[in-house]
């Protein structure tokens, strides 16, 4: 939950294909991702130390996160 994640953006107007756009704990770029449009959180994916997660892979994620804390 607390591992530093980025969040990235890719886009055919971007020089180098994609832009990291915030920075912070892995829960907090999710709960970032998944506030995005539908249509943006497709060109978004989170990057970690864990491996990359697109919106469902972080939506999943914080459901986990949800249920354990409880």
Do not use: Y
């Not at 915030?22 to 539908?38: E, K, N, R």
């Not at 978004?44 to 892979?57: K, P, Q, R, T």
């Amino acid at each position: 939950m607390d591992l530093p994640a980025e969040l990235h953006r890719r886009g055919n107007d971007l020089p180098d294909g994609d832009v990291i756009v915030a920075t912070g704990p892995l829960v907090i770029m999710a709960h970032g991702l998944l506030a995005l449009d539908p249509e943006a959180r497709k060109t978004c994916w989170i990057h970690s130390e864990i491996g990359d997660l697109d919106a469902a892979a972080a939506e999943e994620q914080l459901s986990f996160w949800s249920r354990a804390a409880h």
